[in-house]
């Protein structure tokens, strides 16, 4: 008597998406959602809305708050550009916290990708080795967001151009070209290494007449709509 069950010894453990979503405003789960945005900088994997609810709950406990992660989460919602993350999480942070060296090195890195200041983004972004490199694929996700924007730019980009866009240059670029060219359907037009051009694919930004226009379909619930009437 008064001993427990299997099911009463059974313990439900939960993950951190479950805890979010059962109770987002639970102050307990504060070091579970630490934890978990420095398992998603060791997995290089993201959660926009884990991330935000750790930084809603530092709202309500600021003693609590740990920059680093906060760095942490900033950083890699930069890597999630275009969408709008960063600004997202940074609207929770307070303003002092904000007026810290490292967080307002990351707002600039953020003005120049979202400008499209290429150049300055890496130039400044080499001065912060310190910061930036504390999450593994920052480089590669910023690149990959550079050349979204030359996409949607450029039909043909100059070499020079996109090698400071991306900040590769040399044998590595070479690499890097007969990767794309292999793999994401770019074109290296001959000639001389400087003035080299690269055809991009064709998309309906850098090709305008690719894009469908409005009226050229009719959505199918509309026309449903219509038969009653004519009827």
Same mark, same amino acid.
């Given at each position: 008597?008064?001993?427990e ?16 979503? @059962? ?39 600021? +003693? ?70 504390? @999450? ?20 043909k ?11 590769? +240059? ?11 060219a ?10 001389h290494?400087? %003035? ?7 998309? +309906? ?25 004519? %009827?």
């Amino acid at each position: 008597m008064g001993r427990e069950t299997p099911k009463q010894q059974q313990q439900v453990s939960y993950t951190v998406e479950q805890l979010v979503a @059962v109770n987002p405003y639970n102050p307990d789960i504060v070091p579970d959602l630490e934890n978990y945005v420095n398992e998603q900088v060791s997995s290089q994997t993201y959660s926009l809305d884990a991330n935000l609810c750790l930084l809603r709950l530092y709202q309500f406990e600021p +003693e609590r708050m740990s920059t680093q992660i906060v760095a942490r989460i900033l950083i890699k919602a930069l890597m999630a550009m275009p969408a709008p993350d960063f600004s997202l999480c940074l609207f929770l942070i307070p303003e002092r916290v904000q007026m810290e060296e490292q967080f307002k090195t990351l707002i600039v890195l953020s003005h120049y990708l979202e400008t499209g200041r290429f150049r300055q983004f890496w130039d400044e972004a080499a001065k912060s080795r310190h910061i930036v490199e504390a @999450v593994p694929g920052f480089e590669q996700a910023i690149q990959t967001y550079a050349i979204h924007v030359l996409s949607l730019t450029y039909q043909k980009i100059p070499r020079p151009v996109l090698a400071e866009a991306i900040n590769i +240059e040399g044998l590595s670029l070479d690499k890097f070209l007969e990767h794309q060219a292999a793999n994401s359907g770019w074109i290296l037009e001959k000639g001389h290494v400087r %003035g080299q051009l690269i055809v991009l694919p064709r998309n +309906e930004f850098n090709h305008p007449e690719l894009k469908k226009s409005a009226t050229d379909t009719v959505p199918l619930e509309h026309v449903t709509r219509i038969f009653p009437i004519l %009827g």
